[in-house]
């Protein structure tokens, strides 16, 4: 069964910077896609990026024009999210999910996935 731990969030100040990372604590990240999820409190789970297995992310995938980035590195067993140019509205628990899913235009939906973390949380304020 696969398990995944993140790890990275903090306390930040605006327009700073963090690197978000996804590990396998147990099993392997190479057959799956993987995707970055965050909460809000008193809003819903929002899909922020995602990354396939052969290592491609979807065009649709990059709604902040390049603040987040998503890589890679099965050598690692890990998949990153760097964040850059942090604002106080990116304050939230952010998750990593994990399923054998083929990424095509879009980013699949949370439910699509079969596998999750237990959060990182991330808080930007002065």
């Known amino acids: 069964q696969l398990q995944l731990v993140e790890s990275g969030g903090g306390l930040v100040q605006p327009g700073g910077s963090l690197k978000l990372s996804c590990t396998a604590s147990r099993g392997t990240l190479d057959t799956y896609a993987i995707g970055w999820f965050r909460q809000a409190p008193g809003k819903e789970r929002e899909g922020v990026s995602c990354i396939s297995k052969y290592d491609i992310v979807p065009d649709s995938a990059d709604s902040e024009k390049g603040r987040f980035t998503i890589s890679r590195d099965n050598a690692k067993n890990t998949v990153f999210l760097q964040i850059d140019s942090l604002k106080a509205e990116d304050t939230a628990l952010y998750y990593c999910?994990?399923?054998?899913?083929?990424?095509?235009?879009?980013?699949?939906?949370?439910?699509?996935?079969?596998?999750w973390g237990q959060g990182t949380q991330v808080t930007v304020a002065s």
């Open positions: 999910a994990a399923g054998r899913l083929l990424l095509y235009r879009r980013c699949p939906r949370g439910d699509e996935y079969d596998h």
